[in-house]
């Protein structure tokens, strides 16, 4: 009987019998139990290892789990090739491939910005003729833009806030490291030095197209070497830019909110260093609120007109009835205007508060819901208008009611 459970042929037959009746008489114990062990060893190597089929609203979830989840689990036997659990590396991610490529992002965007190279300037304030004399010394390492592998080089230079007196360097040939010495003055009193910023703006010069921006620099404080009374040299880093940043000037304002009555205030306050619009050096500003939900605006406020001044001061309140469901929903969109008498008001600058502004706009507004009842005053500095700040052109579909429902006495 031994020899003959040798055979393929009668352990196939043995099996046909075992599924037909695993009692049977004909086959003896020990047989029986040989053959089901046996049995069992083969069903163990084609055990189902794939997943069971799940419901639709558990793919989301499983996504997220490991792969090797599904295999480790699964108990294959003692009879499993030692080659199958060796685990695989197809398919998985090698973050530090994408280290290497992000590090090497970084190192190329931190050598574009050493690049630049560096400026060497002097300042000097003359009392008797009230004139302040910058001379531009030298420029250092600038980068080539040329096919030559070389630069064209020259500065502008200008005495912000006021942009109608630019003076700039002659322009040097063929050098990244051109020696300009040269001295330019700028007529302005002393105690307005303080309010008073330096603009270098270095280009490339191109006889056959617009001339390539190199970078620029900008010192904000005119005494952070010394006193200007006798000469003081600089060096400073040339900052990485593409076209010459304007400065618009700020706007200081308060805002105030009243829950119970629902009634927010703003207080403009005033303006400094205003860029100037009209050919005499000045502008005629005036300051118009818009009060924005959902991008629709509802209502507009504005202050009185100031006369040929880059500085004016309001202290004039702007009042809006604003319920307190509808704090989120709204935001104000602050617009210093120029007037004209002649054609169309010009637009110097803008800022926005609200939940959905970003910076200091988002930061007052959530101050000011902070502290009710107490104004909350901040300087803003103006930006050019861009497509987020403008109101919802007309073709656009009306906001609905329950979204900004106001009180129905208010005239909006």
Known sequence: MADKLKDPNTLGFLEAAVKISHTSPDIPAEVQMSVKEHIMRHTRLQRQTTEPASSTRHTSFKRHLPRQMHVSSVDYGNELPPAAEQPTSIGRIKPELYKQKSVDGDDAKSEAAKSCGKINFSLRYDYESETLIVRILKAFDLPAKDFCGSSDPYVKIYLLPDRKCKLQTRVHRKTLNPTFDENFHFPVPYEELADRKLHLSVFDFDRFSRHDMIGEVILDNLFEASDLSRET???????????????????????????????????????????????????????????????????????????????????????????????????????????????????????????????????????????????????????????????????????????????SAQPW
């Open 233 to 407: 040299s600089i060096w400073k880093d040339i900052q990485y830019a593409t076209s010459e940043s304007v400065d618009l000037g700020e706007i200081m304002f308060s805002l105030c909110y009243l829950p119970t009555a629902g009634r927010l205030t703003l207080t403009v306050i005033k303006c400094r260093n205003l860029k100037a619009m009209d050919i005499t050096g000045y502008s005629d500003p005036y300051v118009k609120v818009s009060l924005l939900c959902d991008g629709r605006r509802l209502k507009k406020k504005k202050t009185t007109i100031k006369k040929n001044t880059l500085n004016p001061v309001y202290n004039e309140a702007i009042i809006f009835d604003i319920p307190p469901e509808n704090m989120d929903q709204v935001s104000l969109l602050i617009s210093v205007m120029d007037y004209d008498r002649v054609g169309h008001n010009e637009i110097i600058g803008v800022c926005r508060v609200g939940i959905s502004a970003d910076g200091l706009g988002r930061d007052h507004w959530n101050e000011m819901l902070a502290y009710p009842r107490k104004p909350i005053a901040h300087w803003h500095s103006l930006v050019e208008v861009k497509k987020s700040f403008k109101e919802w052109p007309s073709h656009q579909p009306p906001v609905a009611r329950s979204t900004c429902s106001m009180p």
